[in-house]
């Protein structure tokens, strides 16, 4: 009897253990760029893990462009990288051509009278995150891009609210590094993408 209340009480205490686990952090989930800008990296991760991947940004009008507005959201400890890519970047530019593929362009110096579009992508939908949690997403990938260097880039955006998308960039890792780590990414910041049109 008396080892049946200790088990009793195990299971109680595992229980509401797991399920105090699992409440989630974030009261109000965000609904544009400012809101995000004010979360930690495990409430983007949380944002990020809830979003969904089902359709790639673009117009009804083939050939029509489709801006997001983007800002990189702080680094923590390191505000002075996210500021500074501000001043260097401003969104992405999505091009759906009549055959159904999505090519994008990045918004360059998007506060000066020197603003243009270059560094682009190819745009589609795959299986699985860098993260592998298993779930879609947008995956924007530089490996034929028309920049060299930025042919190590890749981003994975998925949707969170309507019309906010919420990126991680990643960098490919050098043949050393992933042969002593087995990875092929690094994650490197968060971004976010808000259609303001």
């Known amino acids: 009897m008396k080892n049946r209340n200790h088990a009793k009480f195990l299971l109680i205490a595992l229980t509401f253990f797991c399920i105090s686990t699992n409440v989630q952090a974030i009261d109000v989930y965000p609904t544009s760029l400012d809101d995000l800008q004010g979360l930690s990296g495990s409430e983007l991760t949380e944002v990020y893990t809830t979003g969904t991947a089902f359709e790639i940004p673009s117009t009804s009008n083939p050939g029509e462009e489709l801006l997001l507005t983007g800002l990189p959201l702080p680094i923590p400890g390191l505000e002075g990288p996210s500021n500074l890519l501000n001043f260097f970047w401003g969104g992405k530019v999505f091009i759906t051509d009549a055959l159904g593929a ?44 028309n920049i060299v260097i930025a042919r190590a880039v890749r981003d994975e955006i998925r949707l969170v609210a309507p019309g906010l998308y919420l990126g991680r960039a990643y960098l490919k890792n050098g043949l050393l590094t992933r042969l002593l780590t087995g990875k092929q990414h690094t994650f490197v910041l968060w971004f976010a993408l808000e259609d303001l049109n």
Not at 116 to 145: K, Q, R
Request: glycine letters at 2%; aromatic letters at 10%; proline letters at 7%.
């Open 102 to 145: 999505t090519t994008l362009t990045n918004k360059i110096f998007p506060t000066t009278p020197f603003s243009f579009n270059n560094v682009s992508a190819d745009v589609s939908i795959v299986d699985n995150s860098l993260t592998n949690d298993g779930m879609p997403v947008i995956a924007l990938n530089y490996e034929s891009s």
